[in-house]
């Protein structure tokens, strides 16, 4: 069976001092890049993220890099580590123009590429902008101006000079303005917002007349407390967040409300709507076949902001899936009981309340799974693969999950999610699965691998079709 982990032989060190396992930089890279946020980790900075991933670039085909790329933006909806790849491809390697034009989904990931290279842009790199810019029309070049930014999208078109021959009459005259000065923001609610002087009066009509997307309108919920909505506007709200058909378009998956409901904890009417609006979503999440077992790292390196990931995720999978066993761990077991009628929220918050905040010790979860001898068809791991050296605890995480299928002669799919995305791995296996970072595609992920695909592999056969006209430069 293929693997998501490839092959792995060389042992290292993790950074808590226990023993790990290290990858093939093609498996390396994607773990890493495969991360949400670049943010600072309990163990490593993000400075130091984006070092390790421009240190594996060179160690890696440019052409599965430039694939990466892509895949990090059109399947993972990520934004700053695709423009890293680009970015050090364009300096250092050699990259196609159509992989440029095809990861920009958006105007401003055009700007964000050129401030990465200091508008320094190679013949490739001018071409692909070149095609991406056919992409959008008046509306989003308007939205996406970057007035006031190092980079603004006027600066683009200076400096790669596209041929108005192959852009249709709106974009023609789009184009035209923003040259001239004349190109400005249309009624979106950010610009709405940022020049307004009465935000209550221009939040209550952004609402009543629809304006809001479903994200904006979850990540506002905030601002319409602060400024002091009156009832009426909020039942209007929560009238479009909890609205079935729209959290089925707009595809949110449940632990993307949960920062959301803690913000609006002091509004029975949000928090109320907000925890509705999450179990909706659940029709969001495919579901797992079979048995599963869900572990949840809850030791101090977790208290970082990874517990707050892993438990709305935990939360999700218990709710979406028929049978399913949650645990939480840190140096003993802790078995929750947690009833399928229970919201989402609350799944949630008696997660968060159950942790302790001891050492890391992930071989604890194989032997609870040995002792009560269940044979589960998969386990999940969300931890930060931390896991302390094998002689504090008996046993490390590697042999006591061999043992586990001695004992029970059973061969479950195991995924090992690091949360934090550190990069060192405590297991491994042919049906073990080391996935770095954090991301809403991973229950995706899990099930194409079941089904015996590797993402290595999808991404090394990953097509692009770029339909836009080849003489633009």
């Not at 609205?243 to 029975?268: C, D, H």
């Not at 099930?447 to 590797?454: I, L, P, V």
Request: aromatic share 8%; net charge positive; charged share 25%.
């Amino acid at each position: 069976m293929s693997k998501f982990n490839s092959v792995i032989s060389n042992k290292t060190i993790n950074l808590a001092g226990g023993k790990a396992f290290s990858h093939n930089p093609e498996t390396e890279l994607t773990f890493a890049v495969l991360t949400t946020f670049l943010e600072d980790k309990y163990y490593e900075s993000g400075d130091e993220r984006i070092e390790r991933i421009k240190n594996l670039i060179p160690q890696c085909d440019s052409l599965f890099v430039s694939k990466l790329a892509l895949v990090t933006r059109k399947e993972f909806h990520l934004r700053s580590v695709p423009i890293i790849l680009l970015g050090e491809l364009a300096k250092n390697r050699s990259i196609k123009h159509q992989f440029i034009t095809e990861t920009i989904e958006r105007v401003d990931d055009m700007t964000e590429l050129v401030s990465y290279l200091d508008g320094k842009l190679p013949k490739q790199v001018k071409r692909g902008l070149r095609h991406a810019l056919l992409k959008f029309n008046r509306y989003q070049l308007g939205k996406y101006r970057g007035e006031g930014k190092k980079v603004k999208l006027v600066d683009i078109f200076n400096l790669v000079h596209p041929n108005p021959e192959f852009a249709n009459d709106e974009q023609k005259l789009a184009w035209k303005d923003l040259m001239t000065g004349k190109l400005k923001s249309v009624d979106t609610w950010e610009s709405v917002i940022s020049t307004s002087k009465n935000k209550k009066e221009d939040w209550k009509r952004l609402i009543v007349e629809g304006k809001l997307g479903y994200m904006a309108l979850i990540r506002n919920l905030n601002n319409f407390l602060k400024n002091d909505l009156d009832r009426e506007t909020l039942q209007c709200a929560v009238e479009q967040l909890t609205n079935k058909e729209k959290i089925l378009k707009s595809k949110q998956l449940p632990f993307r409300f949960w920062t959301a409901y803690q913000n609006v904890k002091g509004s029975k009417l949000l928090s109320t709507a907000i925890a509705q609006a999450m179990d909706i979503a659940l029709l969001n999440l495919p579901s797992l076949k079979g048995k599963t077992l869900i572990a949840v790292d809850m030791s101090g390196s977790m208290q970082s902001g990874a517990i707050e990931k892993a438990a709305p995720f935990a939360s999700a999978l218990f709710k979406a899936s028929d049978d399913v066993e949650v645990i939480m761990y840190d140096t003993s077991i802790k078995r929750i009981t947690l009833n399928g009628i229970s919201p989402c929220v609350d799944i949630v918050e008696k997660i968060l309340q159950n942790v302790d905040g001891g050492g890391t010790q992930t071989s604890l979860v194989f032997q609870y799974a040995t002792k009560t001898g269940t044979k589960y068809d998969r386990i999940i791991i969300l931890s930060d693969n931390e896991s302390w050296t094998e002689n504090l605890w008996g046993g490390s995480v590697q042999s006591s999950y061999i043992e586990y299928k001695k004992a029970t002669e059973s061969d479950p799919f195991v995924y090992a999610i690091d949360i934090q995305g550190y990069g060192t791995k405590d297991i491994t296996g042919q049906k073990v699965v080391n996935l770095s970072g954090w991301s809403d595609r991973l229950l995706s992920f899990i099930n194409e691998y079941e089904k015996g695909n590797s993402i290595i592999d999808y991404i090394r056969e990953y097509n692009i079709e770029t339909h836009l006209p080849k003489s633009n430069g």
